[in-house]
DNA sequence: GCTGACAATTGGTATAGACAACTAGTTTTT
DNA sequence: AAAAACTAGTTGTCTATACCAATTGTCAGC
């Protein structure tokens, strides 16, 4: 089970054995683990050692302590949703659905003030736009507008586009991705959108415009979404 | 600096000095900071009283080590602005706003199914219902509706929640907060809502809904509340 | 000038032990 | 019967030490 002569880390070795039984479900959320001493005991190691590969799942949030009482299996940990930054066609998966896209235009054209400044480019450079009718069985679920910069992605076309732009972005030009800020808020469906999401005047939409940059800072696109709020709910799971 | 005699842990106390010359720029990001022997014959503790403290800032990423080399202070970490696990008030504070709060309900009611299913309870145990309206700048932010287990939050008072609730739960009754699940939503103002939250007929309202789950997975909360869209955007950032 | 050996310094892993703080159950006292 | 004291077991903090592994600089030898 342990092996004291193996290079790899005693503290190492533990924390897997441990992981193993509570992914096999030999350790169930809620249950008492072995105390320090014990494992100590009976793996013939130092308590020091121990409690290093305890510390470490709990910093994981597989374990949780409580002191005079022991050592705890937590609660099956969500998945991290973050629908934010993966794209419209895995997020739709996820919840079961199946995602299609109608394209409304794909263009080069100059960047106005806004969207300059939020792909930090001079006003007036070249930016694709691209706008598209979103669907999840069917039905429109969103309309969305991708501004990015030309200079920095050459050569995309409608095929790309079509298959996946962020497969293209990632492997094909081995751009990496880094982070995103998406803000969101609840809006009104403009009557410009209306007929393409075939919603009710006055329609409640939410808002979602999103930046997302590069590893290294560069920004790389500026999207905004109009997604029907009657088929759309947007999650997130925030660990401390 | 240091004081060995008092029950704060000197690893904890260390901890503090470090972040502290971060946080004033004494420590630059890519500094080295002494190594963990000069510390422990500069301090008189033992080394691994000293590692304790540096580990626990390397896993908050303040820091970071190079095996032979030494250890630094890592670049700045962009703030997590996890808006959603803060309070209303660090919210309402973090952008700039006075917060406020008028009580509407403050009871103890029997949970109803959705509720009672939200918090793990059974049907008809007792909850605490807070209504509450948010007020930032003096104006109404958002309508508010807590529900809390009465058995596991005990000896609530309108003083506390009025105070601060967060802070009573983690300081005065020792609970720890893991994670939340956040889901929000477009909508339209209710004609329940619509009085409080001074807005016209029809006017979009963002519904965010929270679930807060202890460190040991038992839930804490359901949140419901209504933010008006037209002062409120919710903002996240996600890193990969 | 280059190379290799060496030493010094750093963090990484591990030991053995000590006492404190807390929990839960048992026993004794009141 | 209730309260208090005790006990055994847990995690939390801390010490002192040892050796390993990686990095860097120095110095001798070619």
């Not at 005991?41 to 022991?70: C, F, H, P, W």
């Amino acid at each position: 089970m342990i092996d004291k002569r193996s290079p790899v880390p005693i503290y190492y070795q533990l924390e897997h054995v441990i992981r193993q039984q509570i992914d096999t479900g030999e350790l169930q959320p809620g249950d008492l683990i072995p105390s320090e001493r014990e494992y100590a005991e009976q793996l013939d190691v130092s308590r020091m050692t121990v409690r290093q590969a305890i510390t470490n799942l709990v910093n994981e949030g597989l374990l949780y302590r409580q002191k005079g009482r022991g050592t705890f299996v937590a609660e099956q940990k969500l998945e991290q949703n973050l629908s934010g930054l993966t794209s419209f066609t895995e997020d739709m998966r996820s919840r079961g659905m199946v995602p299609g896209s109608t394209l409304l235009a794909f263009q080069i054209v100059p960047a106005d003030k806004k969207v300059a400044d939020r792909l930090s480019l001079a006003e007036h450079a070249p930016v694709y736009e691209i706008k598209r009718i979103r669907l999840a069985d069917e039905v429109p679920m969103a309309l969305e507008t991708v501004y990015m910069s030309a200079n920095l992605i050459k050569g995309l076309s409608e095929a790309i586009i079509t298959a996946s732009l962020y497969h293209h972005i990632e492997e094909e030009l081995g751009l990496e991705i880094g982070r995103a800020v998406q803000s969101m808020e609840s809006a009104i469906v403009s009557e410009a959108e209306r007929p393409h999401l075939l919603v009710p005047k006055g329609a409640p939409v939410l808002l979602i415009e999103r930046h997302t940059f590069l590893k290294d800072g560069t920004p790389l696109e500026y999207v905004k979404s109009s997604y029907r709020a009657d088929r759309y709910k947007f999650t997130i799971d925030i660990n401390r």
